[in-house]
């Protein structure tokens, strides 16, 4: 698409008149806003759909089922792919900050997880039962510290091109642009799984996510990006301690670090919700098809909005977006419990994970866009990864007690992760408002 194309439609997407804003970024940066902007959106648009086509909560586990896994290894690859993706994010922002351009981190961050994407496709239809599960964990392994690469560099990509007040209506259309392919892809999983739910199907689901990443990879590497400048103080060598003490010294990361924690409800709570409908609900494989198609309607119809507020008032979003979440739990909560009749209707789950899909959506563009406008250069990517690193680690201590409350039963583990989600809207709505700062 010719650049005054992209510039046209970026502005029309923006809402933006003949000045182009280019609050946070350079003046060479803004130069090139329109076509990264697109190069960005597509990108995660794809990588988004890879997501979803290797989802650990819904094909990858029913892929290992398949190969005959053991139940143990099957209830490692959500905690490895999330936290294993997060913890390490300290000590490689040690790494990107020493990069003036890090778009490449990105690119051969994106290129490894395609590949090891790919790797569990292969070993799936190559080996069965515990050599294949142990395959595919350490596949997933690679996976993680190659998303941990990219997550790092990728923030501070994107704040280094795409000014204040347009990043949250980014992240928003790309979930949109990105729910529409899920929602396409939640319809042919439904349609296929009546006639031809075999491990060939599940592994061209899985070979066609890895193809999304390698795409992806492509089209990054055209995003124009500025040199950073870079720091030789050698204490920046020992940054990983340093780092950590940034929760102690800094009060603001702080206490975001801890609101971020609290959101996770979000998250959590959705395989709970999958549990559910299969417990009470019969024709599970239909019944994923359909789960699919909610949570991509979800983010059609929902993020763009969730976007523009995010841009206003990051922290509001957060807080909003959570309560919905919380209140949403504890009303599927009380029909389960207290209606026989209803806990057993096909329409309820698809419904409840679609109110939790635009609430989770809303979660995540609040505190994407609060991180990004809450610092700049070097001071961003420190926040990133500390951030993400905690919060890994937070992941799995809260991953360890949601298993242990299962044991009680699956209600209880909604309703407290419902009960944190209020807190964390509280936490949320007390951080300060960064729009009106740093600019």
């Given amino acids: 698409m010719p650049s005054s194309s992209l510039n046209k439609l970026y502005k029309y997407l923006n809402n933006e008149g003949d000045e182009r804003v280019c609050k946070g970024i350079t003046d060479e940066a803004c130069k090139h806003v329109a076509t990264n902007y697109f190069s960005i959106l597509f990108t995660h648009t794809f990588t988004k759909l890879g997501d979803t086509l290797s989802n650990p909560k819904t094909v990858l586990t029913w892929l290992m089922n398949y190969v005959g896994a053991p139940v143990f290894l099957i209830s490692l690859i959500v905690p490895i792919r999330e936290s294993g993706a997060l913890i390490p994010q300290v000590a490689i922002s040690n790494y990107v900050k020493r990069k003036p351009i890090r778009k490449y981190i990105w690119v051969i961050g994106a290129i490894i997880q395609g590949l090891a994407i790919a790797a569990i496709g292969i070993v799936a239809l190559q080996f069965e039962k515990q050599t294949a599960g142990w395959l595919i964990i350490i596949c997933l392994i690679i996976f993680s510290l190659a998303r941990a690469l990219a997550s790092v560099s990728s923030k501070d990509v994107k704040g280094k091109t795409i000014p204040k007040t347009r990043r949250g209506k980014l992240g928003g259309y790309t979930s949109s642009f990105a729910g529409v392919l899920v929602l396409a892809a939640g319809l042919y999983i439904t349609y296929k799984s009546k006639t031809n739910e075999d491990i060939q199907f599940y592994t061209n689901l899985i070979f066609f996510a890895a193809s999304m990443w390698i795409i992806a990879a492509v089209?990054?590497?055209?995003?124009?990006?500025?040199?950073?400048?870079?720091?030789?103080?050698?204490?920046?060598?020992?940054?990983?301690?340093?780092?950590?003490?940034?929760?102690?010294e800094d009060s603001h990361l702080r206490n975001f670090v801890i609101a971020r924690s609290l959101l996770l409800c979000s998250a959590l709570s959705a395989p709970f919700y999958v549990t559910l409908a299969q417990n009470n609900v019969e024709g599970t494989s239909y019944l994923l098809g359909l789960l699919i198609i909610s949570n991509g309607l979800a983010s059609i119809v929902s993020s763009p909005s969730w976007g523009k507020l995010a841009d206003k008032f990051s922290k509001n979003t957060m807080a909003y977006a959570v309560t919905i979440a919380s209140l949403c739990g504890i009303v599927l909560v009380i029909l389960v419990s207290f209606s026989s009749s209803l806990k057993t209707q096909l329409w309820l789950y698809p419904l409840a994970f679609f109110i939790l899909g635009i609430a989770h959506s809303g979660v995540r563009q609040g505190r994407k866009t609060y991180v990004l406008d809450m610092a700049k250069g070097n001071e961003r990517t420190n926040y990133v990864s500390v951030s993400n690193t905690i919060i890994g680690i937070i992941l799995l201590f809260t991953g360890g007690l949601s298993a242990a409350l299962s044991l009680i039963s699956v209600e209880v583990v909604i309703i407290v992760l419902s009960i944190l989600g209020f807190w964390g809207a509280i936490k949320s709505y007390r951080l300060p408002n960064v729009e009106k700062e740093n600019g």
Avoid: C, H, R
């Fill in 219 to 248: 089209i990054y590497a055209f995003i124009k990006e500025f040199p950073t400048d870079i720091t030789t103080d050698e204490s920046e060598q020992n940054s990983i301690l340093d780092n950590i003490k940034l929760l102690k």
